[in-house]
């Protein structure tokens, strides 16, 4: 069964970092593209960064966030990571980790961490 940890959230002022780490500790992570969502109480989950699997060439960002965030994986650890900069109060959500298989569409979604960034 294919679960995906996260780890990373937090509360930060405005401007500041943080640093969101999702593992794969069963199932051919390699084969997986890899993707962070943010979701807001009352508002549909919404893409935030994404990255093809095998190599992870291909990289995609949200408008709101690009030149803010940066995705990468580990393969060899089974990670992906999100490093968050110059955070906005409006970056404020839970952060869902998400795997889709590269052939059969296989999806699976993480727990969610919170990220707090205050004004």
């Known amino acids: 069964q294919v679960q995906l940890v996260e780890s990373g959230g937090g509360f930060v002022q405005s401007g500041g970092s943080l640093k969101l780490s999702c593992t794969m500790p069963?199932?051919?992570?390699?084969?997986?593209?890899m993707a962070w969502y943010r979701q807001v109480p009352g508002k549909q989950r919404e893409m935030v960064a994404r990255i093809s699997s095998l190599a992870g060439t291909t990289r995609n960002y949200a408008e709101s966030v690009q030149g803010r965030f940066y995705i990468w994986r580990d393969n060899p650890n089974k990670a992906t990571y999100l490093q968050m900069d110059s955070l906005k109060p409006e970056d404020t959500a839970t952060y869902y980790c998400?795997?889709?298989?590269?052939?059969?569409?296989?999806?699976?979604w993480g727990q969610g961490t919170r990220v707090s960034v205050a004004s």
């Open positions: 069963e199932g051919a992570f390699i084969l997986y593209h």
């Open positions: 998400n795997a889709v298989h590269q052939l059969s569409a296989e999806e699976h």
